[in-house]
């Protein structure tokens, strides 16, 4: 089973970028699917972006779609999520994912998660 450490999390502007990075440790990590989460104050934790085992396939909530992109490379055993034009409502606390139902939109999808790490947006 793999472990996930986040990292790449800060505070922003609105309008700028930035790339979050997840560390898998173990020898499996090609085997999962990936993805981010994210959750704000209050709120539930919601899906942002997918990729399935091979890097092939991406898949976006709407909130997203077109300012951020997922991707992976199996021979680092890392996931990032590169974010542009970023929005207040965007602060939250982003969470990596591991699970093995490709194209899940659910938590219950995954079963391995970080701990976490906090993007902050400014007006």
């Known amino acids: 089973q793999v472990q996930l450490v986040e990292s790449g999390g800060g505070l922003v502007q609105a309008g700028d970028s930035l790339t979050l990075s997840c560390a898998a440790s173990g020898r499996t990590f090609s085997r999962y699917a990936m993805a981010w989460f994210r959750q704000a104050p209050g709120k539930e934790r919601e899906f942002g972006a997918g990729v399935s085992r091979s890097g092939s396939i991406t898949y976006y909530a709407d909130s997203v779609k077109g300012r951020f992109t997922i991707s992976r490379d199996n021979a680092k055993n890392t996931v990032s999520l590169q974010m542009n034009s970023l929005k207040p409502e965007d602060t939250a606390v982003y969470y990596c994912?591991?699970?093995?139902?490709?194209?899940?939109?659910?938590?219950?999808?995954?079963?391995?998660w970080g701990q976490g790490t906090q993007v902050t947006v400014s007006s």
């Open positions: 994912a591991a699970g093995t139902n490709i194209g899940g939109r659910n938590t219950y999808d995954y079963n391995i």
